[in-house]
């Protein structure tokens, strides 16, 4: 089965860093697309980046493209997502997905597989 879990949410102050991390297990995070996710309170779920590994392709919508960086360790199968200078509006549920194939579409529909999501609160 494939798995992954969110981790490393919290309660922040805004102009922090912060790093997530989502273990993935079932699957390998070189062979296939893994994806963050986040979604605010009362809004849809938006992309954050999505990384091929083994390609070194990452993709961030034109939105996310400054504070966030999505990257992976193979030997501990795990993805990361790095967010800078935190801000009020990043408060969300982060999630991580993964799908078994490469695609160019960065939809959430598009990723089959969910872990639980990890909370991040920021405060100003």
């Known amino acids: 089965d494939v798995q992954l879990q969110a981790s490393g949410g919290g309660e922040m102050t805004a102009g922090g860093s912060l790093r997530l991390s989502c273990a993935v297990s079932?699957?390998?995070?070189?062979?296939?697309?893994i994806a963050w996710f986040r979604q605010a309170p009362g809004k849809e779920r938006d992309g954050i980046s999505c990384i091929s590994s083994s390609s070194g392709r990452t993709h961030y919508p034109e939105s996310m493209k400054n504070r966030f960086t999505i990257s992976t360790d193979i030997a501990l199968n795990t993805v990361y997502l790095q967010i800078d200078d935190l801000a009020p509006e990043d408060t969300a549920i982060y999630y991580c997905a993964v799908r078994p194939y490469r695609s160019n579409n960065y939809a959430s529909t598009a990723f089959p597989y969910w872990g639980r999501g990890t909370l991040v609160t920021v405060s100003s």
């Open positions: 079932g699957i390998s995070v070189n062979d296939y697309d």
